[in-house]
């Protein structure tokens, strides 16, 4: 079946400017992660959301990072007047909505500010 | 404090052999699992396998088993007969889901061990 899916790939853009990115997750998949990854770095949590209860937005580094999920399905990440350090790479991922249900990732976003 | 802590920045193993990559955790939630992530050059992040707090049994999934210690807290990875393509990034992850832990979700990471197989 289908994976997670993210859009788009690759996202270069100037600093200041607003970027969207788009997580598409697993049908059925009711939790929904965002995390950011560094270069040769770990994950870094962002935002989590469950359902109809209200996210869990407590990785969001500043208020320039928001996130929505409508319909319980697809989820976007916004980023406002982005700046240089917010180049990364931006996981999205998936799961069942049971606690030890693992996490399904789709191939990311690299964002890169110039 | 939730933690884990992965101490190999890098191995390396050679093709056919089998490499334990270890992973220690902290937590004070009795009720928690372990997970086991690979990330190829590619990027994409790759589910490889699972150990509840209260299995019983050390997880295996094909090449991959988990040497679960609970006393230890430990949850290193075996991966046997080693082959070139699991040269690659490995991450241990845990997330509690206690009580105590609520509605959180969340997974702490931690920061990977670089995996190469030489041939």
């Known amino acids: 079946g289908a994976g997670v899916s993210q859009s788009p790939s690759n996202k270069v853009t100037e600093k200041g400017k607003d970027v969207e990115l788009r997580c598409d997750p697993i049908?059925?998949?009711?939790?929904l992660y965002w995390y950011r990854q560094s270069l040769g770095q770990g994950l870094e949590f962002l935002i989590y959301?469950?359902?109809?209860?209200?996210?869990?937005k407590s990785g969001l580094p500043s208020d320039r990072f928001s996130a929505e999920r409508t319909g319980g399905s697809v989820s976007t990440l916004t980023i406002q007047r982005t700046q240089q350090e917010d180049s990364a790479v931006y996981l999205c991922?998936?799961?069942?909505?049971?606690?030890?249900?693992?996490?399904?990732f789709g191939d990311g976003t690299r964002l890169s500010i110039l | 404090a939730q933690k884990i802590t992965q101490t190999q920045p890098g191995m390396f193993v050679q093709e056919k052999e089998a490499v334990t990559l270890d992973c220690t955790y902290d937590?004070?939630?009795?009720?928690?699992?372990l997970f086991w992530y690979k990330q190829p050059s590619s990027g994409e992040m790759i589910f490889l396998i699972y150990?509840?707090?209260?299995d019983e049994q050390n997880a295996t999934e094909g090449r991959y088993s988990l040497n679960f210690q609970k006393a230890r807290k430990s949850a290193n990875l075996v991966i046997s007969a080693s082959q070139l393509g699991d040269s690659a990034m490995y991450f241990c992850?845990?997330?509690?889901?206690?009580?105590?832990?609520?509605?959180?979700?969340?997974?702490?990471w931690g920061l990977g061990t670089s995996l190469a197989v030489n041939p």
């Open positions: 992850a845990m997330r509690v889901s206690g009580e105590a832990a609520g509605n959180n979700r969340k997974l702490i």
């Open positions: 049908s059925g998949h009711t939790a």
């Open positions: 959301f469950q359902g109809n209860s209200a996210p869990d």
């Open positions: 991922a998936s799961s069942l909505g049971g606690p030890l249900q693992p996490q399904h």
């Open positions: 150990q509840g707090s209260y």
């Open positions: 937590t004070s939630d009795q009720s928690y699992g």
